[in-house]
Protein backbone atom coordinates (compact mmCIF):
# COMPACT_ATOMS: atom_id res chain seq x y z
CA UNK A 1 0.00 0.00 0.00
CA UNK A 2 3.30 2.11 0.48
CA UNK A 3 3.77 2.40 -2.93
CA UNK A 4 0.25 2.78 -4.60
CA UNK A 5 0.02 6.04 -2.22
CA UNK A 6 3.62 6.98 -3.47
CA UNK A 7 2.04 6.93 -6.90
CA UNK A 8 -0.88 8.59 -5.50
CA UNK A 9 1.25 11.41 -4.35
CA UNK A 10 3.85 11.36 -7.47
CA UNK A 11 0.15 12.15 -9.74
CA UNK A 12 -0.29 15.11 -7.54
CA UNK A 13 2.98 16.44 -8.01
CA UNK A 14 2.78 15.62 -12.08
CA UNK A 15 0.01 17.41 -12.37
CA UNK A 16 1.14 20.17 -14.89
CA UNK A 17 3.15 18.36 -16.87
CA UNK A 18 1.07 16.13 -19.23
CA UNK A 19 3.64 13.69 -20.35
CA UNK A 20 4.76 12.45 -16.70
CA UNK A 21 0.80 12.55 -15.64
CA UNK A 22 -0.06 9.70 -18.21
CA UNK A 23 3.15 7.70 -17.11
CA UNK A 24 1.91 7.82 -13.55
CA UNK A 25 -1.73 6.98 -14.87
CA UNK A 26 -0.52 3.45 -16.48
CA UNK A 27 1.20 3.10 -12.35
CA UNK A 28 -1.93 3.56 -10.77
CA UNK A 29 -3.98 1.62 -13.08
CA UNK A 30 -1.97 -1.39 -13.68
CA UNK A 31 0.02 -1.30 -9.79
CA UNK A 32 -2.09 -3.80 -8.05
CA UNK A 33 -1.04 -3.44 -4.05
CA UNK A 34 0.34 -5.71 -1.98
CA UNK A 35 -0.96 -6.67 1.19
CA UNK A 36 0.24 -8.64 4.32
CA UNK A 37 -0.16 -12.01 4.97
CA UNK A 38 -1.97 -13.09 8.52
CA UNK A 39 -0.44 -16.11 10.51
CA UNK A 40 -3.19 -18.13 9.71
CA UNK A 41 -2.87 -17.80 5.85
CA UNK A 42 1.10 -18.54 5.92
CA UNK A 43 0.17 -21.68 8.01
CA UNK A 44 -2.36 -22.75 4.69
CA UNK A 45 0.30 -21.67 2.70
CA UNK A 46 2.68 -23.91 4.39
CA UNK A 47 0.72 -27.14 3.95
CA UNK A 48 0.44 -26.11 0.29
CA UNK A 49 2.21 -28.20 -2.27
CA UNK A 50 3.79 -25.17 -4.46
CA UNK A 51 4.50 -25.05 -8.14
CA UNK A 52 5.75 -22.42 -10.90
CA UNK A 53 4.76 -21.42 -14.17
CA UNK A 54 5.35 -18.51 -16.36
CA UNK A 55 3.48 -16.12 -18.66
CA UNK A 56 4.93 -13.82 -21.10
CA UNK A 57 4.38 -10.43 -20.56
CA UNK A 58 3.75 -8.71 -23.71
CA UNK A 59 2.84 -5.19 -22.27
CA UNK A 60 4.94 -4.59 -19.59
CA UNK A 61 8.28 -5.88 -19.04
CA UNK A 62 8.37 -7.59 -22.50
CA UNK A 63 10.16 -10.66 -20.69
CA UNK A 64 8.75 -14.29 -18.98
CA UNK A 65 7.22 -13.43 -15.37
CA UNK A 66 7.10 -16.66 -12.91
CA UNK A 67 3.88 -17.21 -10.98
CA UNK A 68 3.32 -19.23 -7.69
CA UNK A 69 0.65 -21.96 -7.76
CA UNK A 70 -0.54 -23.59 -4.57
CA UNK A 71 -2.54 -27.22 -4.84
CA UNK A 72 -3.96 -28.49 -1.52
CA UNK A 73 -6.05 -31.79 -1.34
CA UNK A 74 -6.01 -35.00 -4.13
CA UNK A 75 -9.20 -35.32 -4.69
CA UNK A 76 -10.91 -35.63 -7.75
CA UNK A 77 -12.91 -32.85 -8.20
CA UNK A 78 -10.52 -29.82 -8.78
CA UNK A 79 -11.74 -26.63 -7.79
CA UNK A 80 -9.27 -23.33 -9.08
CA UNK A 81 -9.89 -20.28 -7.35
CA UNK A 82 -8.68 -16.90 -9.34
CA UNK A 83 -8.24 -13.78 -6.97
CA UNK A 84 -9.07 -10.25 -7.78
CA UNK A 85 -6.81 -7.11 -7.84
CA UNK A 86 -4.71 -6.08 -5.20
CA UNK A 87 -4.85 -9.47 -3.63
CA UNK A 88 -3.77 -13.25 -3.59
CA UNK A 89 -4.49 -16.93 -3.73
CA UNK A 90 -4.38 -17.09 0.25
CA UNK A 91 -7.14 -14.13 0.74
CA UNK A 92 -9.43 -17.16 -0.08
CA UNK A 93 -8.36 -19.18 2.86
CA UNK A 94 -11.53 -18.95 4.86
CA UNK A 95 -13.00 -20.86 1.83
CA UNK A 96 -10.17 -22.96 1.53
CA UNK A 97 -10.40 -24.43 4.58
CA UNK A 98 -14.27 -25.06 4.09
CA UNK A 99 -13.86 -26.92 0.49
CA UNK A 100 -10.92 -29.03 2.28
CA UNK A 101 -13.29 -30.80 4.98
CA UNK A 102 -15.13 -32.19 1.32
CA UNK A 103 -12.28 -35.04 0.43
CA UNK A 104 -13.06 -35.57 -2.67
CA UNK A 105 -11.98 -31.96 -3.55
CA UNK A 106 -8.76 -30.80 -4.81
CA UNK A 107 -8.11 -27.24 -4.39
CA UNK A 108 -5.74 -25.04 -6.82
CA UNK A 109 -5.10 -20.96 -6.58
CA UNK A 110 -2.39 -18.93 -8.04
CA UNK A 111 -0.90 -15.35 -7.64
CA UNK A 112 -1.59 -13.49 -11.14
CA UNK A 113 1.56 -11.95 -12.27
CA UNK A 114 2.17 -8.68 -10.70
CA UNK A 115 0.40 -9.68 -7.49
CA UNK A 116 1.03 -11.84 -4.13
CA UNK A 117 4.48 -13.35 -4.13
CA UNK A 118 4.65 -13.92 -8.52
CA UNK A 119 6.65 -11.62 -10.43
CA UNK A 120 6.26 -8.59 -12.14
CA UNK A 121 5.66 -4.71 -10.96
CA UNK A 122 2.73 -4.29 -12.51
CA UNK A 123 -0.27 -6.35 -13.86
CA UNK A 124 -3.42 -6.17 -16.30
CA UNK A 125 -6.74 -8.69 -16.98
CA UNK A 126 -4.32 -10.48 -20.07
CA UNK A 127 -2.01 -11.38 -17.20
CA UNK A 128 -4.68 -13.22 -15.07
CA UNK A 129 -6.23 -14.72 -17.90
CA UNK A 130 -2.71 -15.76 -19.87
CA UNK A 131 -1.71 -17.36 -16.28
CA UNK A 132 -5.51 -19.51 -16.36
CA UNK A 133 -4.67 -20.42 -19.33
CA UNK A 134 -1.29 -21.57 -18.54
CA UNK A 135 -2.60 -23.67 -15.50
CA UNK A 136 -4.93 -25.39 -18.10
CA UNK A 137 -2.33 -26.71 -20.13
CA UNK A 138 -0.06 -27.70 -17.20
CA UNK A 139 -2.92 -28.78 -14.89
CA UNK A 140 -5.75 -29.69 -16.94
CA UNK A 141 -9.27 -27.62 -17.16
CA UNK A 142 -10.83 -27.29 -13.50
CA UNK A 143 -14.26 -28.75 -12.69
CA UNK A 144 -15.10 -25.58 -10.70
CA UNK A 145 -13.78 -22.34 -11.29
CA UNK A 146 -14.67 -19.50 -8.77
CA UNK A 147 -13.25 -16.30 -9.45
CA UNK A 148 -13.09 -12.88 -7.56
CA UNK A 149 -13.70 -9.35 -8.53
CA UNK A 150 -10.94 -9.36 -11.16
CA UNK A 151 -10.60 -13.01 -10.93
CA UNK A 152 -14.57 -13.72 -12.25
CA UNK A 153 -13.83 -11.60 -15.42
CA UNK A 154 -10.67 -13.20 -16.10
CA UNK A 155 -12.64 -16.46 -15.77
CA UNK A 156 -14.56 -15.73 -17.92
CA UNK A 157 -12.60 -13.96 -20.89
CA UNK A 158 -10.62 -17.47 -20.50
CA UNK A 159 -13.19 -19.82 -20.72
CA UNK A 160 -14.95 -17.47 -23.90
CA UNK A 161 -11.62 -17.34 -25.27
CA UNK A 162 -10.82 -21.34 -24.93
CA UNK A 163 -14.15 -22.84 -24.83
CA UNK A 164 -13.02 -25.40 -22.34
CA UNK A 165 -16.20 -25.52 -20.11
CA UNK A 166 -16.19 -26.09 -16.10
CA UNK A 167 -19.09 -28.16 -14.85
CA UNK A 168 -19.24 -25.52 -12.49
CA UNK A 169 -18.42 -21.35 -12.84
CA UNK A 170 -19.12 -19.35 -9.75
CA UNK A 171 -18.30 -15.41 -9.92
CA UNK A 172 -18.17 -13.04 -6.47
CA UNK A 173 -18.68 -9.93 -7.25
CA UNK A 174 -17.28 -9.93 -10.59
CA UNK A 175 -16.32 -7.16 -12.27
CA UNK A 176 -18.19 -6.36 -15.04
CA UNK A 177 -16.54 -2.77 -16.96
CA UNK A 178 -13.39 -1.74 -17.07
CA UNK A 179 -13.61 1.24 -18.36
CA UNK A 180 -15.66 2.42 -15.68
CA UNK A 181 -14.03 0.96 -13.07
CA UNK A 182 -10.69 2.82 -14.85
CA UNK A 183 -12.36 6.35 -14.73
CA UNK A 184 -13.95 5.63 -11.09
CA UNK A 185 -10.07 5.23 -10.65
CA UNK A 186 -8.65 8.43 -11.89
CA UNK A 187 -11.44 10.05 -10.89
CA UNK A 188 -10.74 9.50 -7.36
CA UNK A 189 -7.28 11.00 -7.55
CA UNK A 190 -8.63 14.49 -8.95
CA UNK A 191 -7.86 13.43 -13.06
CA UNK A 192 -9.17 15.45 -15.28
CA UNK A 193 -11.67 14.51 -18.34
CA UNK A 194 -9.18 15.91 -21.08
CA UNK A 195 -6.29 14.09 -19.00
CA UNK A 196 -8.93 10.54 -18.82
CA UNK A 197 -9.18 10.75 -22.27
CA UNK A 198 -5.51 11.28 -23.28
CA UNK A 199 -5.06 8.00 -21.07
CA UNK A 200 -7.77 5.77 -22.89
CA UNK A 201 -6.18 7.41 -26.25
CA UNK A 202 -2.16 5.65 -24.96
CA UNK A 203 -4.48 2.25 -23.90
CA UNK A 204 -5.97 1.78 -26.80
CA UNK A 205 -2.62 2.44 -29.08
CA UNK A 206 -0.28 -0.32 -26.34
CA UNK A 207 -2.86 -2.86 -26.48
CA UNK A 208 -4.62 -2.03 -30.15
CA UNK A 209 -7.89 -2.68 -28.94
CA UNK A 210 -10.13 -0.11 -26.36
CA UNK A 211 -10.99 -0.55 -22.83
CA UNK A 212 -14.84 -1.28 -24.70
CA UNK A 213 -13.56 -4.93 -25.04
CA UNK A 214 -13.56 -5.29 -21.30
CA UNK A 215 -17.79 -5.68 -21.10
CA UNK A 216 -18.79 -9.04 -19.04
CA UNK A 217 -21.34 -8.59 -20.87
CA UNK A 218 -20.03 -8.92 -24.09
CA UNK A 219 -17.52 -11.65 -22.74
CA UNK A 220 -19.93 -14.34 -21.83
CA UNK A 221 -21.40 -16.02 -24.58
CA UNK A 222 -21.60 -19.34 -23.41
CA UNK A 223 -24.56 -19.42 -21.35
CA UNK A 224 -26.31 -22.38 -22.00
CA UNK A 225 -23.18 -24.37 -21.78
CA UNK A 226 -22.06 -23.81 -17.85
CA UNK A 227 -24.23 -23.67 -14.87
CA UNK A 228 -23.50 -20.09 -13.24
CA UNK A 229 -23.92 -18.63 -9.58
CA UNK A 230 -22.91 -15.22 -9.30
CA UNK A 231 -22.83 -14.01 -5.90
CA UNK A 232 -23.03 -10.05 -5.14
CA UNK A 233 -23.30 -7.26 -2.76
CA UNK A 234 -26.33 -4.60 -3.64
CA UNK A 235 -23.75 -2.07 -2.05
CA UNK A 236 -20.60 -2.45 -3.61
CA UNK A 237 -18.69 0.51 -4.80
CA UNK A 238 -15.72 -1.33 -6.61
CA UNK A 239 -18.51 -3.27 -8.60
CA UNK A 240 -21.90 -1.55 -8.61
CA UNK A 241 -24.90 -3.70 -8.35
CA UNK A 242 -26.32 -1.45 -11.50
CA UNK A 243 -23.80 -3.06 -13.42
CA UNK A 244 -24.07 -6.43 -12.30
CA UNK A 245 -27.80 -6.29 -12.32
CA UNK A 246 -27.79 -5.25 -16.12
CA UNK A 247 -25.68 -8.15 -16.94
CA UNK A 248 -28.02 -10.44 -14.64
CA UNK A 249 -31.55 -9.27 -16.79
CA UNK A 250 -28.98 -10.02 -20.04
CA UNK A 251 -28.63 -13.22 -18.77
CA UNK A 252 -31.52 -14.82 -16.60
CA UNK A 253 -30.00 -18.52 -16.91
CA UNK A 254 -27.69 -17.60 -14.06
CA UNK A 255 -28.07 -17.98 -10.64
CA UNK A 256 -28.06 -15.20 -8.75
CA UNK A 257 -27.40 -14.78 -4.42
CA UNK A 258 -27.83 -10.94 -3.81
CA UNK A 259 -26.47 -9.71 -0.43
CA UNK A 260 -26.68 -6.46 1.51
CA UNK A 261 -24.37 -6.07 4.17
CA UNK A 262 -20.92 -7.41 3.54
CA UNK A 263 -17.99 -5.69 1.21
CA UNK A 264 -16.13 -6.19 -1.56
CA UNK A 265 -12.70 -7.28 0.11
CA UNK A 266 -15.05 -9.14 2.93
CA UNK A 267 -17.29 -10.88 0.12
CA UNK A 268 -15.02 -13.78 -0.07
CA UNK A 269 -14.39 -14.35 3.92
CA UNK A 270 -18.32 -13.96 4.93
CA UNK A 271 -19.35 -17.22 6.32
CA UNK A 272 -22.72 -17.09 4.39
CA UNK A 273 -21.21 -17.13 1.24
CA UNK A 274 -18.57 -19.64 1.99
CA UNK A 275 -21.23 -21.98 2.76
CA UNK A 276 -23.72 -21.02 0.03
CA UNK A 277 -20.22 -21.95 -2.52
CA UNK A 278 -19.35 -25.35 -0.32
CA UNK A 279 -23.33 -26.35 -0.44
CA UNK A 280 -23.57 -26.26 -4.28
CA UNK A 281 -20.31 -27.60 -4.92
CA UNK A 282 -21.83 -30.76 -3.52
CA UNK A 283 -25.19 -30.27 -4.96
CA UNK A 284 -23.54 -29.60 -8.45
CA UNK A 285 -20.71 -32.89 -8.84
Known sequence: MKHLKQIIEDIKVQGDNPELLQAMLW???CYSPKMPIRLHQ???????????LKVYDEYFSKSDLNFNCFRWGNGSTK???THGWGSKAI??????DVLLLNK???VWAFDAPGNGSSEGELSNLILFAEAIK???RNYGVPDVMIGHSLGGMANTLVIKETLQFPKLLISIAPLVNLTENFKSSMTAV?????SQNQFFSEFEERYQMSTDHF????MYTFPDKVKHLLIYEANDYISPANFIETFILQYPSVTVSKYEDTTHAKIIIDHRIINEIDAIIKESL
Open 91 to 96: DFSELI
Open 104 to 106: NIE
Open 134 to 136: EFK
Open 190 to 194: GISES
Open 42 to 52: QNLLNAAQTST
Open 215 to 218: LLND
Open 27 to 29: KLI
Open 79 to 81: VLL
